[in-house]
């Protein structure tokens, strides 16, 4: 299943900035992080009729921070190189494969690797892609879980940077 995806133009290569506006922004988002190559990563396939889980588990939360930190990178580098190829950036949506056919084959193929990638990123932090959606969505009208998603995001980059230096060292 193809996923949902968007791009902010970054402003600034600050990925700290970027982020306390992308997971406002991430979480400010309709029922799914749904945008057109402008914005953020987006998964649309969520199952519509399935039971919302109301409660988000603090290890939800911590993988949920970790993918949207960890598809950040590639977002950034999916949309340097398609502006690099067309100058502006078109929106994509790839839960919407025929959208893409517009595309030229490279940008075509930048699009879906990004897409392939952002979901494997999803699943490697520990969530389906229904669920990443469906914390996406649970977020939107709980501000306790957004406010929760924020401050997650914030110490998962605390403790990134400074355990880079460490293995830097190493």
């Known amino acids: ?23 406002i922004s991430v ?47 590639i977002r950034q580098n999916a949309y340097e190189q398609i502006q690099n190829q067309l100058g502006s950036v078109p929106p994509i949506d790839c839960s919407q494969p025929e959208n893409l056919n517009g595309l030229t084959p490279q940008v075509r193929q930048i699009a879906n690797n990004y897409c392939t990638e952002s979901e494997v990123v999803v699943e490697n932090n520990g969530l389906t892609t229904e669920r990443f959606n469906e914390i996406t969505r649970l977020q939107q009208n709980n ?8 401050n997650e995001i914030i110490q998962v980059q605390q403790q990134r940077s400074q355990s880079a230096p460490a293995k830097a060292e190493q």
């Open 1 to 23: 299943m193809m996923t949902k995806f968007g791009f902010p133009k970054p402003s600034d290569r600050c990925l700290s900035r970027w982020l306390a506006i992308a997971v």
């Open 143 to 150: 501000p306790s879980l957004r406010d929760r998603i924020r």
């Open 27 to 73: 979480i400010g988002w309709g029922a799914e992080i749904s945008t057109p190559l402008s914005r953020t990563p987006t998964f649309s396939w969520f199952n519509q009729t399935a039971h919302a889980q109301s409660r988000v588990s603090n290890l939800e939360v911590l993988n949920y921070a970790n993918a949207i930190l960890d598809i950040e990178p």
